[in-house]
């Protein structure tokens, strides 16, 4: 058993503590922070010192601090330093974390806490000093928009991942915008003037998605009467967009892993391989190292995907972030200009700001695009306050305390899911692209939802 440390991206989308200065500084500060191994004992001593404000630490490489113990999962859990202080956050792990005798999900560290990852001990130590995280300049980035700190540090990775033809993996809550990110990393990159191909891994049946990324030969099976060029060969020359990667079928994992590794693929029914020249973007709107830990999702192909990880940050994380992203989804909506100054109003930008946007930059769009329609500022409908969503969720299942926190709250999560989705179809007597339009999500969400929790719309 050995500890050792690894290198890799950091990613962005997180508040930190003290910004110097305004846009042209564009620099924040974050405490320094280190990270002892104790247990399992190294041969030699492993003393981890932070260069950013995170740090992760696993079994699996492409972690910072590898632990090589079988009681470690692959992407164990992270220590990262914000806003609120430094604290330790679980990824999924399958033995749990532990924080000075507490199995936790996230939790705050004090000076000298220790870090129990399955059997092994890590040591957490605050440093004196600060490290100057880089903040991007700019409040845009081709169609995105935000001057929060979180927003202009995210800016500042896409900004760097345009410039190179790196691998990147976009992670983020339902509505926060990955696909409009992928597409500005694309527009912003060397490959502007080639395709930008899109496929969506959990819309697509899985019989077909093989097909659909990699083309077929004809008679290569029934049906395939002549000869598709798939998403990968489309995309030569510009860049692929893998939406909802963690919906990847397992059996397709290691041909995308080959894909992603050689730059080659093989069309169904053919022998040889065919060079490929594209630039890969994926996104998720889950955390897929704990897909990873559980085995739902390589590793490998994580580590491969993940050359650059930038986390899009929540709404409710950046409320000083509506006045400007109100404005230019009214612009994208094509308001006149009356229109937006009868709704950007003082009043009307504080009620923004008091709403929780569970369904984030996609429910504003949608809030908006009606206020246009009936020319008024309408009330927020929906589940859009957390006070409510909290009680939605309380409601739908009683908490059970003898369940770990990570493991109580996936079941509450699931619970209002799956009666939520139930009662939203069934309200719209079925008909799933009425019922998304009225909640504020993708058809393409809804149709998940309901899969998930094996509901048919016809249940609904």
């Not at 696909?179 to 527009?187: F, L, N, P, Q, V």
Request: with cysteine; glycine share 8%; aromatic share 4%.
């Amino acid at each position: 058993m050995v500890a050792r440390m690894g290198s890799r991206e950091r990613d962005g989308g997180r508040r930190t503590q003290e910004v110097e200065g305004g846009p042209a500084t564009a620099q924040v500060l974050v405490p320094r922070f280190r990270l002892q191994v104790l247990e399992p004992r190294p041969e030699s001593p492993v003393h981890w010192h932070s260069s950013g404000d995170r740090c992760s630490l696993g079994s699996q490489p492409g972690n910072d601090i590898i632990i090589d113990d079988p009681t470690v999962s692959r992407y164990h859990c992270e220590v990262l330093v914000d806003a609120e202080g430094a604290h330790v956050r679980d990824t999924g792990s399958l033995n749990g974390t532990v924080v000075d005798g507490v199995r936790v999900n996230d939790a705050y560290l004090r000076d000298g806490s220790l870090i129990k990852l399955g059997e092994a001990v890590v040591r957490f130590q605050l440093g004196q000093d600060t490290i100057q995280i880089p903040l991007s300049e700019r409040t845009s980035f081709e169609t995105l928009v935000g001057q929060s700190v979180a927003m202009r540090q995210t800016i500042s990775l896409l900004e760097r991942a345009a410039a190179t033809d790196a691998t990147v993996l976009l992670e983020g809550e339902t509505g926060t915008g990955k696909g409009a990110t992928a597409e500005s990393i694309h527009r912003a990159s060397a490959r502007k003037d080639g395709p930008f191909v899109v496929v969506d891994c959990g819309a697509i049946p899985e019989n077909l998605l093989e097909s659909e990324l990699f083309g077929h030969e004809r008679g290569s099976f029934t049906g395939a009467s002549a000869r598709r060029v798939g998403a990968f060969e489309e995309a030569a020359g510009g860049t692929l967009f893998l939406d909802e990667i963690g919906e990847l079928p397992p059996e397709l994992q290691p041909k995308l892993l080959r894909a992603v590794e050689t730059r080659t693929i093989r069309r169904v029914g053919q022998n040889q391989h065919v060079p490929i020249d594209v630039r890969i973007v994926a996104a998720s709107n889950r955390d897929l190292r704990s897909d990873a830990n559980s085995g739902r999702f390589r590793s490998d192909l994580y580590f491969r995907l993940a050359v650059i990880k930038i986390t899009l940050p929540p709404l409710r994380q950046r409320p000083e972030d509506l006045p400007l992203l109100a404005e230019a989804l009214l612009a994208t909506l094509r308001a006149q200009p009356h229109e937006v100054s009868a709704l950007l109003t003082p009043a009307f930008l504080a009620t923004l700001r008091r709403a929780a946007w569970p369904g984030n930059v996609r429910e504003l769009r949608n809030y908006l695009e009606r206020c246009l329609v009936f020319q008024d500022a309408l009330p927020i409908s929906g589940v859009t306050h957390i006070g409510e969503l909290a009680a939605l969720t309380q409601a739908s299942q009683a908490a059970d305390a003898d369940l770990a926190y990570a493991d109580a709250r996936k079941r509450a999560i699931d619970a209002f899911e799956k009666s939520y989705a139930e009662a939203l179809v069934r309200k719209h007597g079925g008909k799933v692209a009425v019922a998304a339009q009225s909640a504020g999500i993708a058809r393409v969400h809804l149709y998940r939802l309901l899969r998930r929790h094996g509901l048919t719309p016809g249940q609904g």
